[in-house]
């Protein structure tokens, strides 16, 4: 009989920089941004860019702004967000054989490290990437390491991705009692914003299901919310370049609600599972100044699922249909 478990699960989120400073966003920023995944442009072309004019400028200015969430969490706010996630999981599923960790796509612990580490521990191996919609640029990039790993394997690792989970009924309930919690403990604003992460446009014109699996996922929280069609409204921000991305812009759409008379704007980010970077520096501080620049009184962000018990709830629902029950001891 076999003294593995019968199932390691990993959360994988893209990562975050080892620490703060330009040579630590440098370090992260390199792998991310060389990804074909990530980036579509031809390679030649792209290297030249990302070397030249992207790695040796843009990691000041983004280390300002880790400087800044770091301070206030003592340290990566992903990190230690992911971490408690674990925790809370692990012990949640103590009473099946089941081990719980995390992995990042660019970053440390690497998933493949992970994998490498976990398969030996376990029968099977089930990564959940934490990614409520799928894209070619997050998910799809598990996808290619994995395949990636294997490709060099005699005996390949029993391997399993969650593609998506929008549609799963408990992350439906946790994102509406996330805003009704909000709004119970702030009372609520004028106007809610749903900001997702954007892509190129190009992606979503190419087949990538991203941007529909969004506008589902709002369809669903407004009807969950009981919101009216002004009630609410879908954005997408943090896009890089010049080529055109998913719309309407966050940046440009915070301006035009201050601009129609909302005073007070809440932001929810249906797309990320952990704040992080994009969203308690980039909505609440640049969105939040662009807003009031603009004529509005106060940008309020709604915390991600982070480490709620509904959030884990979920979780453990997506996984237990992978959980060898006959290792447990029950029929």
Known sequence: ???????????????????????????????????PRVVEVPRPIWMLILHAFIL?????????????IWKEYGGSPLRKITQSQVEKLQQQMSENSVLVDYAFTYGTPGLV????????KAERVLILPLYPQYSCSTTAAIYDQIGKYNLGQRDVADVYVIKDYYRQSLYRKALAESVDAFWQKHGRGDHLLMSYHGVPQAYADKGDPYYQQCLDTSTNLAADLALAEGEHTVSFQSRLGKAPWLQPYTDVTVRELAAKGVKTLDVICPSFSVDCLETLEEITEENGEYF????????????????????????????????????????
Not at 56 to 68: D, I, L, S, W
């Open 1 to 35: 009989m076999s003294d593995k478990a019968s199932l390691a699960v990993l959360l994988c989120n893209l990562g975050t920089p080892e620490e703060p400073t330009p040579a630590g966003v440098r370090q992260f920023l390199k792998p991310f941004l060389s990804d």
């Open 56 to 68: 040796p400028f843009r990691p000041k200015p983004v280390a300002e702004g880790y400087k800044g």
């Open 113 to 120: 490290e992970q994998i490498t580490h976990y398969r030996d």
């Open 292 to 331: 009031t620049e603009a004529g509005g009184k106060t940008l309020r962000l709604i915390p991600c699922l982070n480490d709620s018990a509904s959030h884990i709830d979920m979780m453990a629902a997506i996984i237990a249909p992978f959980v060898d029950v006959q290792a447990t001891g029950q029929k």
